[in-house]
């Protein structure tokens, strides 16, 4: 008796389509939107313990530099799919008129960038 045929399984099916690869992408960019949550919270931690000028040390090395200028640009490719996906997973409704997709995307993204200067100002506005 033989074994029965096992299909191979392909590593790269992902690249195969523009559609595919752009979804693995946004799930490995998970990967730096979890470190920009954990070094703001080293942040704020190094804020509150007395140990700012630790981090600001650690924080101006340019290996740290390089992560995290990758990391930003990785952070914001995820938002701008997840947003870009909003109108596929809710339906807005307005006395039976369904908003058209590009109008959730464009208030999505309005709003982002309105939140993204409220607080640019607020950082960057001198003492």
């Known amino acids: 008796m033989t074994?029965?045929?096992?299909r191979g399984r392909d590593r790269l099916w992902f690249a195969r389509s523009r559609r595919y690869t752009i979804f693995v992408l946004r799930e490995l960019t998970s990967v730096f939107v979890a470190w920009t949550v954990a070094y703001l919270l080293l942040m704020i931690a190094a804020l509150t313990g007395g140990g700012y000028a630790g981090f600001v040390a650690l924080?101006?090395?340019p290996w740290?530099?390089?992560?995290n200028v990758v990391a930003l640009a990785a952070t914001c490719f995820h938002a701008i799919t997840f947003l870009n996906l909003a109108p596929k997973a809710t339906v807005v409704r307005l006395d039976g008129?369904?908003?058209p997709a590009w109008m959730i995307q464009g208030g999505n993204h309005s709003a982002w960038l309105l939140v993204s200067?409220?607080?640019a100002y607020v950082v960057l506005r001198s003492p």
Do not use: S
């Open 3 to 6: 074994a029965p045929y096992v």
């Open 59 to 61: 924080a101006g090395r």
């Open 64 to 67: 740290m530099i390089v992560v």
């Open 97 to 99: 008129w369904r908003v």
């Open 117 to 119: 200067a409220v607080v």
